[in-house]
């Protein structure tokens, strides 16, 4: 219904379920990507943080930081598999 | 030459190339025919049906089966041939096998027993799974869509594939990594024992609604751990496939504009040394230790 208004207003051509795809995949990876890159800023900064604080900790915490590293970056990874899925399925 | 100037040089150079591309080819226009995705299309190269289900050979089996072989020969050649004075490959084998066993396997699994039992299935899943990464970024002729006419010979081109980068075998190892986890807590704890530790400690004063909302919860948690596992690994190889794939051409030659290759090509490279260097043994890493995780906490004496 609102799409039939929208329609004539800004004389869309071609297929209107492909743009709305595209602007699935566009929007769901770049706002999942946001998240991700403030999460990993977090991680990086706290780890430079308690380096700073306790250098004698360093080789512990490195472990740790590459584990929260991937964990963190695997969310921006799963809302850009779920916009490639929604776009070409 | 002061250090601004030659940043400003090459800058200029890189977007010079991409306008004097973009004056001289122009845009041909959007292309039809290319379909990118198809890369990642499993055609059946050898049909095989066993009892209704498809057994094909495809570009994922021969992976997969590469991927084995390596892990097998290079580790056995490898531990046959060692010597007192390391070489450069002993020396690297030699630290990867350390960080399984110290860093992954004892540092997650607080068992003496457990960790010696688990070692071997935890460092097998770290090295099947670099190696299958690693050999992602090879480019091999398996590309059988578009051939390529050399003396009347039609090859397949190149291409990059990897075996992780299919759902199916991250979720089969993920599987495997679940049920080895509950069946080693149902052995150390019991069949009721074990589900009782799921509920965490503290909580012996609350009503049972409450309990069960938490057990309820935690139930989920552990539903959901396969999925999140195996889809983290493949959702990392396959987004840096994409990302090389586009980067490196894909994007210029599906909108036709080869100014935006000239563009796009140094990130590619960029993305090859980051995943080269950084994903393919982190995500390896990342599995095992979320393996050992699991089977730690799920033997742990107090959850």
Redo the contacts between chains.
Sequence with gaps: MAVDLILPLAEVTGDVTDAGKAIALGVGAGLGSIGAGIGIGIIFGKEIESVARQPEMKDELQ?IR??G???T??VA??T??FG?IAF?L | MSRKAKVFIALGIYFGITAILLVVAGSAGENEEFQPQNEFLLEPWIALSIGGIDFSITKAVLYLALASALTIGVMTFIARRMTREPNKVQMAVELAYDLTRDNITKGNIPDEKLARRYFPYLAGLFFFIWFSNMLGYLPLPTNTEHKVDIFGLELPTFAIYAATANISIPLVLALISTAVYHVEGIRAKGFFGYFKSWLPPGLESMNPFGKAAIFSIEAISHLVRPISLSVRLFANILAGHLLILFMAGGLAVLLGLAALGALTFPMAFAFFVFEIGLVATLQAFIFSTLTAIYIGGATAESH
């Design positions: 472990s590459w584990l590293f991937a964990l970056e695997a990874f799963y850009f598999i490639l070409f």
